[in-house]
Structures are given as structure tokens and as C-alpha cells.
């Protein structure tokens, strides 16, 4: 798998390392590295690509880039929760976001979950509960790298310049399926949040994405319109949070994100 996913980044800045000698977290002045660990999945997701454009990584990357400069991010937002609501047991005109702002875009996802405690957008107490809840510590460590990876003793490191780690999954597609938005979208999305948060992606997984943030929302606001981010890009991050408005404040105090898809 390796080898197959090697030759699939050769036109790429990529460092083949083992596990044991893997040193976290990836810093290098001037570029941004992104741990990719290897999985059956991305490599066949590249192969596939590669094979049905008959061009390199770096061309298909250069058209898509195109694509994600071409969208807005409300429009991008909108593609996303459309993909969900398609199979969602709601009326066509309730469906039908084109036109619709972020907040019109979001009330019509939710309605997915209408009546659910988790939409509950109230700021949680601020209490030494609460605090213990939402504190997090890195999930970038070796026993986490250990517990992802497929047949294989090494990970691959991805160099990108700095200020290009939006285009993380273009490089490394893995999306499409089920719930999880397409490459493109993940990418336009990264960029927006590279824009207002300075967010820059650590890792990528078969199913996950691990991103770090340069800096927090400022108000209460600002995090919970980011947390309505989060829970149309990926729905499953309320999974360890009790409501939107817990996770809201756990993005106040928090800047490593991560997000999973089944």
C-alpha cells in the first residue's frame, strides 16, 4: 500500500517515515506538513482519480483548485447540506436551498434533527463540570497513529507551502461517501476557516481529518455560528457534546479540531 500510494504522490514533496521514528507535531519553517496515514481507502481513491484523468496529482489538483476559488463559501455550505437533505424525509420546497443564506441553509438542515435536545443553541454554564468536559488534549500522538493505520509500519509526510494546507484534500482525497463532503468542498471549507481562524490541517486518515486553529471566536456568537459550520460539514462532531451550545463553547477554549465520518 505503501509503495502504491508513493507513486501516486510523485509529483508531490512527500517524506515516507516509520512509525517509531515519527516525531510529533510536525513543524518546519516555511511549509506545512500533513501526517497522512495510510489507508486501502485514499489509496484507492487516488488511483482511481489518477486513472480516470490520465494526468498527474499536480494537474488534477491545479483544475480542482479552480473549482474551490470558484466557490463561495455559502454556496459551498449549501452543495453540502443538499447532499444530506436528498435523502431526508422532508417536503422538495424545504429542500431547495438555492438562493438561501447560511442561517435559511443551516435551519433547513437542522430540520434533520428537528426536536432534538442536541440543536439547543444555549451557551453552556461555565462551571469545573463543563470545563472538564470540553478541555481536549492532542490526539496527534504515536499510540493514536498506532490505532489508525492499515497494513503498513510507516506514515507519509506531505509538504505544502505555508499557506496552502486548504488544499490538503485535494492532495489527500478521501470523501464523497456517505455523509463525508467531496474533496472539493472539503477544500473550499479549509479555506474559509484558513481564512477567518487561520486553520491549518495536521492529519488525515481514511475517515478523519485532525486541524488546528491559529485562533478562537471571540464571542459567543462567532463560535456558535463556527459550531453550525462544524455540524453541516460533519454532523457527527456533536456526537461527544450534549448540545450545539456546549460545542459552540468548547470552540471558545479549544483550537485543535477533528472530524469523522463512518
Not at 515519527?22 to 482511481?48: D, F
Not at 480516470?52 to 447540506?81: C, G, M, Q, Y
Not at 468542498?185 to 485532525?210: C, G, I, M, N, R
Request: proline share 4%; glycine share 4%.
Amino acid at each position: 500500500m505503501i509503495v502504491e500510494l508513493v507513486d501516486s504522490f510523485a509529483s508531490c514533496d512527500i517524506e515516507v517515515v516509520a512509525v517509531e521514528e515519527l516525531s510529533l507535531p510536525l513543524t518546519q519553517e516555511g511549509k506545512h506538513r500533513i501526517l497522512v496515514v495510510p489507508s486501502y481507502n485514499i489509496a484507492e481513491m487516488l488511483e482511481e482519480i489518477l486513472e480516470e484523468e490520465e494526468k498527474s496529482l499536480a494537474e488534477v489538483v491545479d483544475r480542482e483548485l479552480k473549482e474551490v476559488h470558484s466557490l463561495s463559501i455559502v454556496d459551498t455550505f449549501r452543495r453540502i447540506a443538499e447532499s444530506i437533505l436528498v435523502d431526508a424525509d422532508l417536503p422538495l420546497e424545504q429542500k431547495n436551498l438555492e438562493g438561501k443564506s447560511f442561517e435559511d441553509i443551516y435551519a433547513a438542515y437542522a430540520l434533520v434533527w428537528e426536536g432534538h435536545e442536541m440543536l439547543n443553541e444555549k451557551m453552556a454554564v461555565r462551571d469545573e463540570e463543563i470545563k472538564i468536559e470540553t478541555e481536549a488534549t492532542s490526539v496527534l500522538t504515536t499510540e493514536w497513529v498506532r490505532e489508525k493505520i492499515e497494513a503498513a509500519d510507516d506514515v507519509i509526510i506531505l509538504t505544502l507551502p505555508a499557506g496552502s494546507g486548504y488544499e490538503a484534500p485535494l492532495w489527500v482525497p478521501m470523501g464523497g461517501y456517505n455523509e463525508c463532503p467531496l474533496p472539493v468542498y472539503q477544500s473550499a471549507v479549509f479555506k474559509h476557516w484558513q481564512e477567518q481562524y487561520h486553520v491549518t490541517p495536521l492529519a488525515v486518515t481514511q475517515d478523519k481529518w485532525v486541524l488546528q486553529a491559529g485562533t478562537r471566536p471571540l464571542t459567543y456568537e462567532a463560535a456558535l455560528r463556527l459550531a453550525k459550520e462544524h455540524f453541516i460539514f460533519c454532523q457527527y462532531v456533536l456526537e461527544r457534546f450534549d448540545t450545539l451550545g456546549h460545542y459552540a463553547d468548547y470552540l471558545m477554549g479549544n483550537n485543535e479540531w477533528d472530524f469523522w465520518w463512518d
